[in-house]
């Protein structure tokens, strides 16, 4: 399997701008979950899926934000517009079950500098 | 709620052993341990599941206290490889959204 692919891997954009981050997750895992890494604030969730419904969005940190799951293979995480503050890198993660006991599988990140 | 690690950081010599801790104030299901190096994502290392277990492949184990609300991380006679920043993720219910505490750094010199 690949693992977990996002895109793109890196997005300087300006702010005010629209940023679109994707995610394909591992065939077959039910789970999706979105994470923002920075220094100051350490692995946040923004928000997770179970099985392409979302359960949890009380991460998201505005009406900035928003995601999507429209199928099992293919979510989003947009932010409109974007700020200086919303750069970080963010990960998206996908798992079966928990009680399957094989944890979460992260994507390479997508680094998001806002200037 | 964040669980608390400890230390924050450690420094070790190849060869020494370390413990890394995870605690949360709240009843715990599940408890897992990821590994990140610079600039990467973080990668899996085990997952301890309720029922107090003790788990470990090649030199890294971990235990789970379900009463005491903590998990420990062991690294024995650490490698070079061994670098990075270690996260513990606790989940409180089957549900599968964990929160991820702040990280331990652990630096390993030859």
């Known amino acids: 399997d690949a693992g977990v692919i996002q895109s793109p891997r890196h997005e300087v954009t300006e702010m005010g701008q629209e940023v679109t981050l994707r995610c394909k997750p591992i065939?077959?895992?039910?789970?999706l979950f979105w994470y923002r890494q920075t220094m100051m604030r350490g692995l946040e969730l923004l928000i997770y899926?179970?099985?392409?419904?979302?359960?949890?969005d009380s991460g998201m940190p505005e009406d900035r934000f928003s995601a999507k799951m429209p199928n099992a293979s293919f979510s989003t995480l947009k932010i409109q517009p974007s700020e200086p503050r919303d750069s970080a890198v963010y990960f998206c993660?996908?798992?079966?079950?928990?009680?399957?006991?094989?944890?979460?599988?992260f994507g390479s990140g997508t680094r998001l500098t806002v200037v | 709620q964040q669980p608390v690690q400890s230390p924050q950081a450690v420094i070790l010599r190849e060869g020494e052993d370390a413990v890394i801790n995870c605690s949360s104030s709240?009843?715990?299901?599940?408890v897992h341990w990821y590994r990140q190096k610079h600039g990467e994502a973080p990668v899996f290392l085990m997952i301890?599941?309720?029922?107090?277990e003790q788990k470990g492949h090649d030199k890294i184990s971990a235990s789970f206290n379900e009463k005491k609300q903590q998990s420990s991380l062991y690294l024995t006679a650490s490698q070079l490889s061994y670098s990075g920043t270690y996260f513990c993720?606790?989940?409180?219910?089957?549900?599968?959204?964990?929160?991820f505490g702040d990280g331990t750094t652990l630096t390993v010199k030859p």
């Open positions: 993660a996908s798992s079966l079950p928990v009680d399957v006991g094989r944890g979460y599988t």
């Open positions: 065939s077959g895992h039910n789970s």
């Open positions: 899926f179970n099985n392409n419904v979302p359960i949890d």
């Open positions: 709240k009843a715990l299901y599940s």
């Open positions: 301890l599941l309720k029922g107090g």
């Open positions: 993720g606790t989940m409180n219910t089957n549900a599968g959204k964990s929160t």
